[in-house]
């Protein structure tokens, strides 16, 4: 079955405490992405990667990074959480195109105290 | 800026009765659109997507949208609601200046409440 999966799908942790949230796709895709949903703000981007080690920030990329080190994975990594790093947490991937729609993970929800 | 509106926080219908959610959008070019959907506790699936060509658009489930150029819109519609239809509902158009090319920006979402 084609998917993309997230894990974890919920975390509560500590400010501070350094975190990765994997995402992992089986269709071959080359496009990554990863966005944070919140109230009212629908859904912005925070990384992107275009291919292999082609990585790129995207709309709210303060306090992440990512790789790309295989096609398939893309994580997310919070070095130093932060309270307002709560959220609700999407990683995609879809071909290579502006027609292509993007395949979503069913989301990690991080709660950062 | 591109940018993506969702004038309504939420809409309720009847089930059985014909169903709008609103998009409006506001792009540089020729706008890419898309239509998803979240129930609770998953990610957001496609439903529809509008390139190019007619401008009434047919998707997944019984969804339908239709783009006007001249109004900026598009709106989704389903001709008769069914309760599992209640989800959070996204407009979304593909940002051609950043993110890849790839890149969506999404509006703020829709719920959608269908009433038995």
């Known amino acids: 079955e084609a998917q993309v999966t997230q894990n974890p799908r919920y975390l509560i942790t500590v400010t501070g405490k350094k975190l990765t949230v994997t995402c992992s796709q089986n269709?071959?895709?080359?496009?990554m992405s990863w966005y944070r949903q919140d109230p009212g703000l629908g859904l912005r981007q925070i990384y992107y990667s275009m291919n292999v080690e082609v990585t790129d920030k995207g709309d709210v990329p303060e306090g992440y990074k990512v790789s790309r080190k295989e096609k398939r994975n893309f994580p997310l990594i919070l070095e130093s959480p932060s309270p307002n790093q709560t959220s609700l947490y999407f990683c995609?991937?879809?071909?290579?195109?502006?027609?292509?729609?993007?395949?979503f993970g069913d989301g990690t929800r991080l709660s950062i105290l | 800026a591109q940018s993506v509106a969702q004038p309504e926080d939420q809409v309720n219908v009847a089930e059985g009765n014909p169903l709008t959610v609103k998009c409006t959008y506001s792009v540089s070019g020729n706008p890419y659109l898309f239509w998803y959907v979240q129930y609770p506790n998953r990610g957001l699936q496609f439903l529809l997507k509008y390139i190019t060509g007619d401008n009434l658009v047919k998707g997944s489930y019984g969804f339908e949208a239709e783009f006007n150029k001249s109004q900026t819109s598009f709106h989704l519609k389903k001709p008769s609601a069914l309760v599992s239809d209640s989800a959070l509902y996204f407009c979304a158009v593909r940002d051609f200046s950043s993110g890849g090319y790839n890149k969506l920006i999404f509006g703020a979402g829709t719920r959608l409440a269908v009433h038995p």
């Open positions: 269709m071959n895709h080359e496009y």
């Open positions: 995609a991937s879809s071909l290579q195109g502006g027609n292509q729609p993007q395949h």
